[in-house]
Each structure stands twice: as structure tokens, then as C-alpha cells.
């Protein structure tokens, strides 16, 4: 019993490190756009059919490549569409995302097919690792040193970057920003893409742990904006806890009982939201309050 509840604590770590990489690329572009992305579990799809391509084509070695595309895609959408979008009605931009997130579904499954694509991890990552209680795979391993790398290069470009310290600032008041002389929209535009590109990192990282197929948006969305309303909105930390607490809570009620695993997220949620109405660690934002 010990062993499993370990082994299961340490895969929900691993899922939850997955729904945090997703969760802080809602929250960037939230924090600095105040567009709420419904298309966000799209790209995290492309990022998973990208590197599932540019494996069979290039090598492993390619995959490297897969966020980066995705997220110079997403730039160029923001410059097409979503930048029409800032002054309006937000009901718009909710609504444009969404339509922008079927669209992107149905190329995909244009393009590659409405089945699951096979997906292994590499060689080198094959196996399992078993130390006392902890039984876990290799490939997890390695998703969650790798998540542990994206959000410390991320904490360090956002502290200590002359552009990361101008989207913390431009998070909270843009025009602050605008009239410091910055040039406001290729800011906007460089943070829509870095928040794409940890979408789609998160689908290069989970596509040997999922089937790859067009509806695995759903699956990452959903969680992904609960780990948000959890761990507070704009709240980087937030988006932490609360990625971690979705992918424990999901692993642990897969295993202890099933039926309940799709409502257990939800009923977290409503438990912290009841406690805490702007979640773990939310604060008051005065650009929407």
C-alpha cells in the first residue's frame, strides 16, 4: 500500500508538472493581455503533433525545435488576430479564441488524421527506476527535471531580463509601460508567444506520455484553467501549487477510485474557492476590479 501511494504521489507530480508549464503560459498572457485563451490547449496540441513530426523526419534531437515553432505560430496570431481584439468587448476575444482553437483541431486532424499517432520516448529514456517505495519511469524523470529547467529559466528571464521585468510590470499596468516610451505591442507580442511556447513545450513533454491525437487539447485545458482558479489568477505561484495539486489529486483518485478521478479536480477547486474565493495566493487587480 505504501509502495503504490508513493509511486502515484511522485506520477501526479510529474502530470502536475506538466498542467504548471501550461497553467503559467495562461497566466502570462492573462496577466499582460487580459485575454482569457481558449486556445491555448490547442497549441499545446501542436506542440505534441510537432515534435511527434519533426521526430519521424529530423531525430529525436529536433523535438528541441517543436516549442519554438509553436510559439513563433502564436506570435504571429497574436499580430493577426488577437491584437484586433484588445479594446474590445472581452466577449470577443473569448469567442475568437475559441473559434481559433477549432480551427486549429480540425487542421490537425486535416493534416494528420483524426486517430492517435504512436509516440515513444527514446531509448535512452526507457526503463524504470526503483528506489525503496518509488516506483516511476525513467521518461517521468526526465519530464520533471526538464519542467524544472523551463520554470527556472523562466524565473530568471521574468527577474532578471530587462524584457522580463517589463512584462511583471506591463502585467499589472500596461499603460504605465506605454508611457515609459516601450513599444507596448511587440511586448504584448513577445509575451503571447512565450506563453504558447510553454503550452507547446508541455505537449513535446507529455506526447510519449499521451496518445497523441486532436482531442488531447481538452484534456490539458480544463485543468489547466482549474489549476488557475486554485492557485489564484495572475498568480505565477499559484499556477504552481495549483498544477500540483490538480496532478496529485487526479493521480491518486485514478488509482483509489476511478469513477470519482473527472469530478475530483472540481470538487478541489470548489473546497479551495470556498475557503478562499480568490484562490491560493490571488490578489486584488485593479485593471479588473
Request: hydrophobic share 55%.
Amino acid at each position: 500500500m505504501l509502495d503504490m501511494l508513493a509511486s502515484q504521489i511522485v506520477n501526479g507530480i510529474v502530470l502536475g508538472m506538466l498542467y504548471v508549464l501550461i497553467s503559467v503560459g495562461l497566466t502570462i498572457i492573462f496577466g499582460l493581455l487580459g485575454v482569457v485563451n481558449f486556445a491555448h490547449g490547442a497549441f499545446f496540441a501542436l506542440g505534441a503533433y510537432a515534435a511527434y513530426t519533426l521526430q519521424g523526419t529530423l531525430g529525436w534531437w529536433a523535438v528541441i525545435l517543436a516549442p519554438f515553432i509553436v510559439g513563433g505560430l502564436g506570435m504571429a496570431v497574436e499580430v493577426l488576430l488577437i491584437r484586433r481584439v484588445y479594446t474590445a468587448d472581452p466577449l470577443r476575444s473569448l469567442i475568437l479564441t475559441f473559434a481559433l482553437a477549432l480551427m486549429i483541431e480540425a487542421v490537425i486532424r486535416l493534416v494528420w488524421g483524426g486517430g492517435g499517432q504512436p509516440f515513444s520516448p527514446p531509448e535512452a529514456f526507457s526503463g524504470f527506476v526503483e528506489y525503496g517505495p518509488l516506483f516511476v519511469t525513467n521518461y517521468r524523470l526526465v519530464v520533471f527535471a526538464a519542467t524544472l529547467v523551463l520554470l527556472a529559466a523562466l524565473w530568471a528571464f521574468l527577474r532578471y531580463t530587462p524584457y522580463g521585468r517589463i512584462l511583471r510590470a506591463g502585467s499589472r499596468d500596461p499603460e504605465m509601460v506605454r508611457l515609459l516610451g516601450i513599444n507596448l505591442p511587440r511586448v504584448l507580442t513577445g509575451a503571447f508567444g512565450l506563453g504558447i511556447a510553454l503550452a507547446g513545450a508541455a505537449g513535446v513533454l507529455a506526447a510519449p506520455l499521451w496518445t497523441v491525437n486532436p482531442t488531447m487539447s481538452q484534456a490539458a485545458l480544463l485543468p489547466a484553467f482549474v489549476a488557475i482558479a486554485i492557485g489564484g489568477l495572475g498568480s505565477y505561484a499559484g499556477a504552481i501549487a495549483g498544477g500540483l495539486l490538480i496532478g496529485i489529486v487526479t493521480s491518486l483518485t485514478v488509482q483509489f477510485w476511478p469513477e470519482a478521478s473527472s469530478a475530483s479536480t472540481y470538487v478541489l477547486m470548489t473546497l479551495v474557492l470556498l475557503i478562499r474565493p480568490r484562490g491560493l495566493f490571488g490578489e486584488a487587480w485593479e485593471r479588473f476590479e
